[in-house]
């Protein structure tokens, strides 16, 4: 087994809670009297990017040597998945929850992690896959960080409910773009 293989079990634990969290929300969210669209689409968003993050974990095989703390750089956002999409659907049961209630209580939160998992994401496109600060794919990156950045400060309702829309938009078009063919980020 190499050292990516041995790292990727817990990444791959982690993302598997989180989609499991999020699969599992979403059918009580979907069958819930009091659903809101939006958080539902939140859901589904965390769903495409836990996909979309496995996909994208295979740029580090260009990981060389692998440290302690490359390993936690490599765990923070499979961690910041779970965590968001803990606060979206928590464990205890939820068929009565006001989901537009409980949105707007935890969407900061959310968003203020969504700001980091950006950050990291970048930081680690730069330094362990070797791409370049300037590389398109950071165009996508950007738009998400300003939509998670607009969530986290917007006070209108109409806006931070077009967020969940805007950012599986994003995420598909990004994947199409730039994500199509595994390992995309890893400089040649």
């Not at 009565?96 to 496109?125: M, P, Q």
């Amino acid at each position: 087994m190499s050292q990516f293989e041995y790292v990727m079990v817990m990444v791959a634990l982690i993302l598997a809670l989180a989609v499991a969290q999020a699969l599992r929300g979403l059918s009580e969210v979907v069958t819930s009297e009091k659903r809101f669209w939006p958080h539902t689409v939140w859901l589904m968003y965390y769903v495409l990017l836990v996909i979309q993050m496995w996909w994208a974990y295979w740029d580090y095989t260009n990981v060389e040597v692998w440290r302690f703390t490359t390993y936690l750089f490599a765990l923070t956002n499979p961690i910041i998945m779970f965590a968001s999409v803990h606060l979206l659907v928590p464990f205890a049961h939820t068929s009565a929850i006001d989901w537009r209630k409980h949105l707007s209580a935890v969407r900061r939160s959310v968003c203020g992690l969504g700001v980091i998992f950006i950050a990291t994401a970048v930081v680690a496109n730069v330094i362990f896959f070797g791409s370049p600060w300037l590389h398109p794919y950071r165009i996508f990156q950007g738009l998400v960080g300003a939509l998670y950045l607009i969530g986290l400060f917007s006070k209108n309702e109409t806006i931070n409910n077009a967020i969940p829309y805007l950012l599986i938009s994003t995420v598909v078009v990004g994947q199409l773009v730039v994500r199509l063919n595994i390992g995309a980020l890893i400089a040649d």
